[in-house]
């Protein structure tokens, strides 16, 4: 099967079929402006007709055992990897990422199936001690009903899993809205899950208009939980919009990411685990770093070392072999990023490489954005408050850790912070400190099956990943019952 194949069936999917309408959008290749393909342009309606879809199957979904549910979670874990390579040009294309980054994202979107098929089996209750004689006092773990997830564009697959999984697990039914960039690998990748036999309307999903779909699910009452991935105003915005309803929300938004890096630190390993975060997917990463400080007494070398790393990553287009950095998703993304690093510039930054929009040769068309570096960056600019979602790396410098603690907690964001030191008792000190909700030490991989992926603040509410991520999805209820 070749990647045509899956863009020719760029269709919905409710009630375990294909829908598909009159009007459609367009979807767009970032690294040519290209058009690749075509979705159904759905609104109300069709969000409606998902939810009747969940709502019908939640009795029969919710009533199968754990394990029967597992099974049809195993089975589309396999068959995301046994697709890896046709899904993998796929999302490069309409995501831009280099085609590397794409098999990775698959894989790591299987990960999240294959953990939770696992975990479905280990959701359980409990017995409590009696408050009154003869009284008995058990809690049971419940599936909240039909969810509602809405994904982002920057990891189009994984995001798709890392929600949908932990749902199906729990025994909730769900329905789905992709970003409108990226709708052909959600798609691909719900047409595998329809190919594990999964039951009529367990998983439906919709594409079009954002707001419509948006406020169809979340005025329904059928609906009772929404996951949500994506920016903070949006986030916010659904979060209002679930306080009429008191549905369950779980959000997973914006961020500002602090790296600090120790005078002590090993800089070469810091070098490379910033500069592999910082220009991953060219920066559009939530947990991406966004501000480097490092101890005046190192903060040269370290830049030294990123801009070495840097000068030799290629950027091009991400189908490519040997491309390490693909465009940007859009050009508005990548005006709002040359804006951000032209304000710094302006108000004192140096320019140590990049600084520019690539537009000449084999990037013309597409949105890419040299990956650049800054130094004598500091807290008057832009782009130390603001979520750069970009291939930039801005360098400030600290004197004292303290200081720098006190900086670093200073945004409303509270995503993900890292640091980098060789004294273990610094390491929970100022972890401890951080207000985040994740802290890397000496490397800057997070997203793993097995752990709580979220932030504080103003970067979300719940977590996503591991046993807190099937939570999420689940009602506790107290039967207190005398015996006597
Ligand atoms: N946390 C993340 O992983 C993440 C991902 C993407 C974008 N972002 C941030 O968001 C910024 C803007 O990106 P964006 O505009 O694509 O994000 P966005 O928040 O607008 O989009 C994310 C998802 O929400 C949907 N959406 C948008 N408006 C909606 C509404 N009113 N009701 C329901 N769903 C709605 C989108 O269609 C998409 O599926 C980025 O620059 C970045 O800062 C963060
Ligand atoms: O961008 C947001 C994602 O959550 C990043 S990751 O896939 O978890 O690394």
Redesign the pocket.
């Known amino acids: 099967m070749n990647g045509n194949t899956w863009m020719d069936e760029a269709l919905c999917w409710i009630n375990g079929e294909r829908r598909t309408l009159f009007e459609s959008m367009e979807v767009i290749d970032p690294s040519n402006g290209e058009r690749i393909g075509n979705v159904p342009l759905g609104g109300a309606e069709l969000a409606e007709e998902a939810v009747t879809a969940a709502w019908e199957a939640f009795p029969a979904w919710s009533s199968l055992l754990p394990r029967e549910r597992a099974c049809y979670l195993t089975r589309w874990a396999e068959k995301i990897l046994q697709h890896k390579e046709e899904l993998a040009p796929l999302l490069t294309r309409e995501q831009g990422k280099p085609l590397a980054e794409s098999t990775g994202e698959l894989e790591v979107a299987a990960s999240f199936v294959q953990w939770y098929a696992e975990e479905a089996k280990r959701v359980s209750g409990e017995v409590l001690p009696p408050y009154k004689p003869n009284q008995r006092i058990t809690v049971i773990r419940q599936p909240v009903g039909v969810a509602a997830l ?6 189009p697959a994984a ?1 798709v899993t890392r929600k949908a999984a932990p749902a199906l697990a729990a025994g909730c039914t769900v329905v789905l ?5 990226t709708p052909l690998i959600a798609i691909a990748l719900f047409r595998l899950l329809m190919e594990t036999g999964l039951p009529a309307g367990a998983a439906n999903l919709v594409t079009g208009a ?6 169809a ?2 005025g329904d009452p059928r609906v009772r939980k929404v996951s ?8 916010k ?2 979060m209002r ?1 679930a306080a009429d309803q008191v549905k369950r929300v779980s959000l ?4 500002n990411a602090p790296a600090i890096v120790f005078g002590d630190a090993d800089l070469e390993r810091a070098a490379a685990a910033i500069a592999d975060n910082k220009f991953e997917n060219c920066g ?4 991406g770093i966004n501000r480097i400080y490092a101890e005046e007494t190192v903060a040269e070398e370290l830049a030294e070392r990123m801009v070495a790393k840097v000068k030799q990553m290629r950027v091009g287009p991400g189908i490519r072999p040997g491309i390490h950095i693909g465009p940007l ?1 859009h050009d508005s ?1 990548r005006r ?1 990023v040359h804006r951000l690093v032209s304000d710094a510039v302006e108000k004192g930054a140096r320019l140590r490489t990049g600084g520019h929009p690539l537009t000449e040769g084999e990037w013309a068309g597409g949105s890419y954005y040299a990956p650049t570096v800054l130094t004598g960056v500091d807290e008057s600019m832009d782009l130390t408050r ?2 750069v ?1 970009g291939p930039v790396a801005p360098i400030l410098s600290f004197r004292t850790e303290e200081e720098v603690v006190d900086q670093a907690n200073q945004t409303p964001y509270g ?1 993900a912070a890292y640091l980098f030191t060789r004294d273990v008792a610094r390491t929970h000190r100022v972890s401890e400190k951080l207000e985040f909700g994740m802290v890397g030490v000496n490397g800057t991989s997070l997203s793993v099956p097995q752990a709580p992926f979220g932030g504080i603040k103003e ?2 509410v719940g977590r996503e990943g591991g046993r807190y991520g099937l939570e999420e999805f689940l009602e506790l209820k107290t039967i207190t019952a005398m015996v006597d």
């Open positions: 809405i994904t982002p564009w920057n990891y995001m809205k992709p970003a409108k960039q954002a707001s419509a779909i948006g406020e699910w979340l949500f991935t994506g920016s903070t105003e949006v986030g915005k659904l919009q997973e938004l914006g961020g559009q990463m939530c947990n998703i993304a709002n603001e979520e979602f995503l970067s979300g």
